[in-house]
């Protein structure tokens, strides 16, 4: 092993950059919660398709019926009626009705056809009209545990999943390590819409599985875990600027 104990970064140990207090050590009893939250872990759905037999809306049901088994508290956001970004303003009450369940959930599940290699617009629609600055207080993202799912037409692939996966990052969200991609769906699904039992639907059970783990990980502590100095710092230098500003 290499000797550093003459490490350059120990000799001037000073960080001049640093704003004051804003940086102190891991506080470990926010992190070692001993008094858990103990009410059902609340789950929000989102599904990309407006299809009658839409396969993600299908697929968000079966998810849906795991989590309640897992002892989670669904609720499903249906689409329909939803403007597009910018075609209406935020008190529509489509948007409205998304934007307060965002701020219910302390998870969410996002499910999306693939079309044209991609995520659909209609999930798209739904992540855009949810924003990153707070609603009263509270960002209506971040800290929440992700899941992520996609349907195909055809072979499987990944490219909705791996899209929501950059989407879920961008809006400060803990997305999970497992997700799950439904190829052929049309073949998966029986006449009445339920999921024929897989390989697919088992992966599906250990997405939600998983989900419901790290949402029981993360919950008390998400207040803390995105708690972040840049912010603490532009905080800190507002503050400073109201002060200043009625001080003269």
């Given at each position: 092993m290499t000797d550093d104990t003459a490490a350059p970064w120990r000799d001037d140990p000073t960080m001049p950059n640093l704003a004051g207090d804003a940086l102190g050590e891991i506080d470990f009893h926010a992190i070692h919660n001993s008094a858990p939250a103990?009410?059902?872990?609340r789950v929000l759905m989102l599904y990309g398709s407006l299809r009658e037999r839409s396969y993600s809306r299908l697929l968000t049901y079966e998810a849906a019926r795991i989590l309640e088994r897992l002892g989670?508290?669904?609720?499903?956001f249906h689409a329909d009626g939803l403007p597009l970004v910018d075609d209406a303003t935020a008190d529509h009450p489509k948007v409205a009705e998304l934007r307060e369940l965002s701020l219910w959930s302390e998870a969410q599940v996002w499910s999306s056809p693939e079309r044209h290699g991609a995520m659909s617009?209609?999930?798209?629609t739904q992540i855009d009209w949810l924003p990153l600055s707070p609603i009263g207080g509270i960002r209506p993202t971040?800290?929440?545990?992700?899941a992520v799912m996609q349907v195909s037409g055809g072979s499987q692939s990944f490219n909705a999943v791996n899209q929501m996966r950059i989407l879920g990052r961008w809006m400060r969200?803990?997305?999970?390590?497992?997700?799950?991609?439904v190829a052929k769906?049309?073949?998966?699904?029986?006449e009445a819409g339920r999921m024929k039992p897989s390989s697919?639907?088992?992966?599906?059970?250990?997405?939600?599985?998983?989900?419901?783990?790290?949402?029981?990980?993360?919950?008390?502590?998400?207040?803390y875990l995105t708690d972040r100095y840049?912010?603490?710092?532009?905080?800190?230098?507002?503050?400073?600027?109201r002060v200043s500003i009625r001080s003269i």
């Open positions: 103990l009410h059902r872990p989670a508290e669904v609720r499903v617009g209609v999930m798209k971040q800290g929440r545990t992700l969200m803990i997305t999970i390590p497992n997700q799950s991609s769906a049309w073949q998966e699904f029986d697919y639907y088992n992966r599906v059970v250990d997405v939600m599985e998983e989900l419901v783990k790290f949402t029981l990980l993360t919950r008390d502590r998400s207040a840049s912010e603490r710092v532009e905080t800190a230098e507002q503050v400073h600027k």
